[in-house]
């Protein structure tokens, strides 16, 4: 199936009649006369004047600005023209705080026009480094065919980034691979599925979703950052809890049916957008990226994923690079950032060796810590070693009752100290693992109840959560950022002082 022309596709993601054209019109003809007599046959093919489109319009009553490639003018490449066209809609867009949303499909830069042309790439990157660098949204949709300069600048920049299906998409076309290499360019890799599923683009839908998606994404990346007015911040009150045993913590932490991220999203959030990958040609299913709202509050979640862990998903270094992409999303738009902890433990392997795990462990751990955006973390089961010490450092950290964390499961610690994993429930006492001891030495600010085990009531448990993610949150949303960093900073470093 053909890609939708640059007109038709605004027609269908915007509301019916919201469409308003920003172009200008062009005046000036190269003085070439072929070229010329090219771009005036592209003229009357398409009724455009250029390669690319710009206006704004709504999507379910929110204004957005939008910019789209038309493949039949001289294939959506890229000239002077067309690039001061881009550069004026995204300077506005940025002026007026508007969200924008780019469609390119392109062959890239216009050779007609030569090296004067691939550098315009260099000015629509920086428009667009702007527009994100005063915290407005960017969302791009691919479409067949994206190639070259094109998607090697703008698009490739979005916060939110998906692909039409079966599009082609890669950096150089594959006719140019053949002329270039002399042989044909391997069948598959270059398309919208292979991408998503190396985590460079977050999903692959039709033009008819995009509107649904988009609004997903700007429900929470455009949502007021004070939350919502009637929220109570005040504490929720506090239960009292029983003196439970460290070790029945860890083995109702490790009960399968224990409800994990993806039920906490499922049930207790909502405008929930999954993201997949690192952006970078990497994903891995044991972490979960996404943006959400727990009632008002909007976030970035980056949440480890048991059930995927325990089907051999366990976290290796891509996961933390995706976490750390989720970091970059959340400090960009200065969004609340939730991280949720449930993990055996990182992968023990060659290829998580080699794959720089405990660097990405530091890194991930001191972009969290840094971090400008309001960070929540909620500890909700395991949280053994590394993994799970590389989303914990937040503004505020809740823990599930039943949740621990230790510098290794209690049977790794007990064969180190004791040559034996026999000796593991006494280990868990020892170490100070379970939710008590942690809220105790001012590792945890906030335990939520289990009644008695959150596998028992997982309904009446997510609730609990989610009302409790939404006041803390929004609570971090309304505190003076500086004097919120400070904090953060003076707790981790006098953790552990007498």
Request: hydrophobic share 45%; glycine share 10%; aromatic share 4%.
């Amino acid at each position: 199936m053909a890609s939708p022309s640059a007109l038709d596709l605004i027609e269908t993601v915007l509301d019916d009649g919201s469409w308003q054209r920003w172009d200008e019109p062009i005046a000036v003809d190269p003085p070439d006369p072929a070229y010329a007599a090219s771009l005036q046959k592209a003229r009357d093919r398409t009724g455009l004047d250029e390669s690319v489109v710009t206006g704004e319009g709504r999507i379910n009553g929110r204004r957005v600005a939008v910019l789209a490639c038309e493949f039949g003018f001289l294939a959506g490449s890229i000239g002077v023209a067309a690039a001061q066209r881009l550069v004026r809609a995204i300077e506005r867009a940025t002026d007026e705080r508007l969200p924008l949303l780019a469609s390119p499909t392109s062959g890239g830069t216009r050779m007609q026009e030569g090296t004067v042309a691939f550098l315009q790439m260099v000015k629509i990157t920086a428009a667009i480094g702007r527009h994100k660098a005063a915290g407005n949204p960017y969302l791009v949709y691919l479409r067949n065919p994206t190639t070259g300069g094109v998607l090697a600048s703008w698009g490739s920049l979005g916060h939110v980034t998906v692909a039409e299906p079966g599009a082609l998409i890669g950096f150089l076309g594959p006719r140019v691979y053949e002329a270039l290499y002399g042989d044909t360019f391997p069948a598959g890799v270059q398309t919208a599925e292979n991408l998503y599923e190396h985590g460079i683009v977050d999903a692959v839908v039709p033009p008819e979703r995009i509107a649904e998606i988009a609004d997903r994404a700007l429900n929470v990346l455009a949502a007021p950052r004070e939350g919502a007015s009637d929220v109570d911040v005040a504490q929720v009150p506090l239960e009292d809890l029983a003196d439970i045993p460290a070790w029945d913590s860890v083995l109702r932490s490790r009960r399968p049916d224990r409800p994990g991220v993806r039920q906490l999203l499922r049930h207790a959030a909502r405008d929930v957008l999954p993201l997949h990958g690192t952006g970078a040609g990497e994903s891995e299913p044991g972490l979960l990226l996404a943006l959400a709202r727990f009632g008002d509050a909007p976030c970035v979640v980056l949440g480890q994923d048991r059930s995927r862990q325990m089907e051999g998903g366990r976290l290796g270094p891509a996961a933390l690079r995706e976490a750390r992409r989720g970091m970059r999303l959340a400090d960009e738009l200065k969004l609340p950032l939730l991280t949720v902890v449930d993990t055996a433990g990182a992968a023990l392997s060659v290829a998580a060796e080699e794959g720089g795990l405990a660097g990405e462990i530091a890194r991930a751990l001191a972009d969290l810590v840094l971090l400008d955006a309001p960070t929540v973390c909620l500890m909700l089961g395991e949280g053994a070693g590394g993994g799970a010490l590389a989303l914990l450092p937040a503004d505020r950290v809740l823990c599930a009752q039943h949740a621990w964390l230790s510098p290794l499961p209690p049977e790794g610690a007990s064969e180190i100290l004791h040559r034996t994993t026999g000796r593991a429930p006494e280990m868990a006492a020892a170490q100070g693992i379970r939710s008590l001891d942690l809220l105790e030495a001012g590792i945890v600010d906030r335990i939520v109840a289990e009644h008695p085990d959150a596998a028992d009531e997982p309904e009446a448990y997510l609730d609990r959560l989610g009302l409790v993610l939404e006041r803390e949150i929004t609570a971090l949303m309304r505190r003076d950022p500086s004097t919120r960093l400070a904090a953060r900073l003076a707790r981790y470093r006098t953790l552990g002082s007498t």
